[in-house]
């Protein structure tokens, strides 16, 4: 195994200094390191962050891999400077049982780009009726500790107690995609001035507040640990910010895009969240489904809400939901256009947006905190000697002009097409060994 020495480099956005990386952890830091044997990686205006870990990405492998697999997904995690991601249970077959879960993270394995770290389906076939194997995929290899119906809400109560019940035995974690069903029959975005202007059935603030609303109180009751999904609303930064001050154990993400993307772009106009960002922006027409999703982009009241959330940590975590999907499925007539974005490869740069240079916020919002919630041990350490060596070096005076079909994912659905990104991601690590370097995956 090749050593690294990496000069110069400011982790964390502490003081520049030097890493030396052997034998997968870091073998020692300090200015003037020196080490014949180890490979330069000349780190002058970087910087260095614990590997990023993603809890909420969908791989879509087994079943869809025209949109992406478990190794391209893999490839456009590292490259967006991650070392760990969950992958979502709605592939098809769903993980519900055993032996899918351990599919999945054998495939992750075997691409060896990040750490794959399956999430279990809460109810068999994410049909909402019947709880799925739980403890069989808790005690498979892939050892897995959050279960979601993503994609799907646990709608109903007493099996959603039961589901919070059961992983209490494990300590494990019930992660909710917040929708109350009957109150999004059809709706195909945010419900509000937009929808109403644009003529599309309207999915209301509502149908996620409501939902959270009843999961936290339903979490007190047992005692076990929720995790809110792509939090939306200022409406359910509300409601979290209650249930955190009576001690409940609730934690919550938020993605990136509706961090900075407000309702107005189904409309065909660029107001974004960012006047950086939207600096000679625009969508390239309205209507387009790229900036479809689910839960549904919001207004801008609450995007401010979300980027205040964030940074005060009522909201806990950046979380991409990469949701890639095949061409034919997503560019296609907004009614008939499977939600969702792509995430990985540009999460980095918008929360660099979002929160600025704060590397301190940066590394516990997208590595520390996440990977402590997923029970991910070796990942979210900042770089130290003796610790493994999950580590990210990222330029920020960098810029890019997002073009889709430069990304690594086998999809294209990226909001930010032709948008001037900040940072780059210049190498990545996982346990030594690097699988991006001059921001170049290495296989
Ligand atoms: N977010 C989306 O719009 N789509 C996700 C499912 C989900 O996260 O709800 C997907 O799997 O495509
Ligand atoms: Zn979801
Ligand atoms: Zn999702």
């Known amino acids: 195994m090749t050593a690294y020495l990496i000069k110069n480099v400011s982790v964390v956005g502490g003081a520049p200094t030097d890493l030396l990386i052997r034998d997968g952890v870091v073998a020692g830091t300090g200015t003037g390191l020196d080490a014949p044997d180890a490979a330069v990686v000349d780190g002058t205006g970087l910087v260095a962050l614990p590997g990023l870990v993603d809890l909420h990405t969908h791989l879509r492998e087994p079943g869809r891999e025209d949109a992406e697999t478990v190794e391209s997904g893999s490839r456009a995690a590292a490259l967006g400077g991650y070392t760990a991601v969950c992958a979502m249970a709605n592939t098809s077959p769903v993980a519900d049982t055993a032996g899918v879960v351990e599919q999945v993270w054998r495939l992750g394995r075997q691409a060896g780009l990040v750490d794959v770290?399956?999430?279990?389906?809460?109810?068999?076939?994410?049909?909402?009726?019947?709880?799925a194997e739980l403890g069989a995929m808790a005690d498979s290899p892939a050892r897995v500790r959050i279960f979601s119906d993503d994609g799907h809400c646990v709608a109903d109560p007493k099996l959603m107690r039961r589901a919070l019940e059961y992983v209490k035995a494990f300590d494990g974690i019930i992660a909710q995609h917040a929708e109350e069903p009957r109150l999004t029959e059809g709706a195909?975005?945010?419900?509000?001035?937009?929808?109403?202007?644009?003529?599309?059935?309207?999915?209301?603030?509502?149908?996620?507040?409501?939902?959270?609303?009843?999961d936290v109180l339903l979490a007190e009751h047992v005692g076990s640990r929720l995790h809110v999904c792509h939090v939306s609303t200022a409406g359910s930064v509300e409601v979290l910010r209650q249930a955190k001050r009576r001690g409940i154990r609730v934690t919550a993400e938020v993605t990136p895009h509706h961090l900075?993307?407000?309702?107005?772009?189904?409309?065909?106009?660029?107001?974004?969240?960012?006047?950086?960002?939207?600096?000679?922006?625009?969508?390239?027409?309205?209507?387009?489904?790229?900036?479809?999703?689910?839960?549904?982009?919001?207004?801008?009241?609450?995007?401010?809400?979300?980027?205040?959330a964030l940074a005060e940590g009522?909201?806990?975590?950046?979380?991409?939901?990469?949701?890639?999907?095949?061409?034919?499925?997503?560019?296609?007539?907004?009614?008939?256009?499977?939600?969702g974005m792509l995430g990985l490869e540009t999460a980095l740069s918008i929360v660099l947006d979002v929160l600025g240079p704060r590397w301190d916020l940066i590394a516990d919002r997208m590595s520390r905190i996440p990977a402590r919630i997923a029970g991910l041990d070796g990942h979210g350490l900042d770089p130290a000697p003796?610790?493994?060596?999950?580590?990210?070096?990222?330029?920020?005076?960098a810029r890019r002009v997002i073009e889709p079909t430069e990304l690594a994912?086998?999809?294209?659905?990226?909001?930010?097409?032709?948008?001037?990104?900040?940072?780059?991601?210049?190498?990545?690590?996982?346990?030594?060994e690097p699988t991006v370097l001059d921001g170049k995956a290495v296989k």
């Open 188 to 214: 195909q975005m945010h419900e509000g001035e937009v929808s109403t202007r644009l003529g599309l059935t309207g999915w209301p603030a509502v149908a996620e507040e409501a939902i959270i609303a009843r």
């Open 386 to 397: 003796g610790v493994p060596a999950n580590l990210t070096l990222v330029d920020p005076a």
């Open 117 to 131: 770290q399956p999430i279990g389906a809460v109810t068999v076939g994410l049909a909402g009726e019947r709880l």
């Open 314 to 339: 009522v909201i806990d975590v950046v979380a991409t939901d990469h949701a890639p999907h095949a061409v034919e499925d997503k560019e296609c007539e907004w009614a008939y256009a499977r939600p």
């Open 260 to 308: 900075l993307l407000t309702d107005e772009v189904v409309g065909g106009r660029g107001t974004l969240a960012s006047p950086a960002l939207a600096d000679g922006w625009s969508p390239t027409a309205s209507y387009d489904p790229v900036f479809k999703v689910n839960p549904p982009l919001r207004t801008g009241v609450d995007v401010a809400a979300l980027r205040a």
């Open 409 to 432: 994912s086998r999809s294209r659905n990226t909001p930010y097409a032709r948008m001037t990104l900040p940072g780059r991601i210049v190498a990545t690590f996982l346990r030594g």
